[in-house]
């Protein structure tokens, strides 16, 4: 059974750092052959894709208010999707939820808490 698990949310003071981490599992092929992506949803707003890596290994779709500040990265070999999250400010408070597109459907992690708070 295919499974996403996120990891690595929690609170952080504006202008520091997280790392997010999406282990998958289930998937045949592992995540070498998926596009995986990181989406948020902050309160009462819709969910936002925020930095997908392609199974052909690019790094693409960064909206403007993450650009420069959040990376997105892969490895194959442990099933693992990462994304950093650099100079955080309030504005990145939401649930982060990781994806995984195959050729018939995209899964979706549980979501972690993200809350930038001084």
């Known amino acids: 059974q295919e499974q996403l698990v996120e990891s690595g949310g929690g609170l952080a003071q504006p202008g520091g750092s997280l790392r997010l981490s999406c282990t998958a599992s289930?998937?045949?092929?592992?995540?070498?052959?998926?596009?995986m992506s990181w989406y948020r949803q902050a309160p009462g707003l819709k969910r936002e894709e925020v930095a997908t890596?392609?199974?052909?290994?690019?790094?693409?779709n960064y909206p403007r208010s993450v650009q420069g500040r959040f990376t997105i990265s892969r490895d194959n070999a442990n099933n693992t999707v990462y994304l950093l999250m650099n100079n955080l400010n309030p504005e990145a408070t939401a649930v982060y939820f990781c994806?995984?597109?195959?050729?018939?459907?995209?899964?979706w992690g549980q979501g972690i808490q993200v809350t930038v708070s001084s």
């Open positions: 994806s995984a597109i195959t050729a018939a459907s995209t899964y």
């Open positions: 289930g998937f045949t092929g592992g995540i070498s052959v998926l596009t």
């Open positions: 890596h392609t199974k052909f290994g690019h790094a693409a």
